[in-house]
């Protein structure tokens, strides 16, 4: 059974501070995805991750995975309350099998000015 | 508007009831998931529908839980029976496979509350 685990889950940071969300997978997966959720609604697509060592970047956002260590991080730079929300990690079974996602817990990030 | 689109958004049921929602995809999509959510938690995938076939269902989806994408294009997911348990955000959302991703792009929600 795939799971993936987020830590922290919950993240209380200043404006204008760095900090890195991190994401653990069990299994091998060919893809890596990162949403954004806002509270009352849906999730909006950050990153797709789909090698590894690939990085992605938007704005003060940037997301890495290691496939080998089965490791996804999202790093913060230079903090905004605009960031304020739960992201969440989530993994698929890739090519070889279904393509439901299996999600974290999400990481609730508070973002005071 | 041409994101993926959920009806009802909120339904409040009293046990025991039947209830219905409807997902409207992306149109060029050809991939439709149904997931839910409980508060605090990350969305639990349900079941998955690639055309008109359901290829893959979770084990949470127990037997009073039906879906149908009848033509291929809309989505109906059906809980007989209703239980308290079942109070969550049902979460409906597409994608099309390309250059190896498969983004998956979500409604709004249908938030259920069985009393």
């Given at each position: ?10 993240l ?11 994401c ?9 995805y990162?949403?954004?959720q ?25 997301a890495?995975?290691d496939?080998k ?12 309350h ?32 | ?9 909120h ?5 025991g ?6 997902c409207?995809p ?7 998931y149904w997931?839910r959510?409980?508060l ?5 995938f349900?079941t998955?529908f ?7 269902k ?10 149908e ?6 989505s109906?997911?059906?809980i ?6 079942d109070s ?11 250059g190896?991703s ?9 938030r259920?509350?069985?009393l």
């Amino acid at each position: 059974e795939l799971k993936v685990e987020q830590n922290p889950l919950f993240l209380s940071m200043q404006e204008g501070k760095n900090y890195t969300i991190y994401c653990n997978y069990s299994t091998t997966s060919d893809r890596l995805y990162w949403y954004r959720q806002d509270p009352g609604k849906s999730l909006e697509s950050l990153f797709v991750l789909l090698s590894n060592g690939a990085v992605k970047q938007e704005g003060r956002l940037m997301a890495s995975l290691d496939t080998k260590a089965r490791l996804s991080t999202l790093h913060i730079t230079a903090a905004v309350h605009d960031l304020s929300a739960t992201y969440f990690c989530a993994v698929d079974k890739g090519w070889g099998g279904a393509d439901g996602l299996t999600f974290g817990k999400g990481t609730h990030l508070i973002i005071q000015p | 508007d041409t994101g993926v689109s959920q009806d009802p958004r909120h339904k409040i049921t009293k046990r025991g009831q039947n209830v219905t929602f409807r997902c409207d995809p992306i149109s060029e999509h050809n991939r439709l998931y149904w997931y839910r959510q409980t508060l605090g938690q990350g969305p639990e995938f349900l079941t998955y529908f690639q055309n008109e076939a359901q290829l893959e269902k979770s084990r949470l989806l127990s037997d009073r839980f039906s879906a149908e994408r009848p033509k291929g294009s809309f989505s109906t997911l059906e809980i007989q029976r209703t239980e308290q348990g079942d109070s969550a955000m049902y979460l409906c959302a597409s994608s099309r496979i390309r250059g190896g991703s498969n983004i998956q792009y979500f409604g709004a929600g249908t938030r259920l509350s069985v009393l």
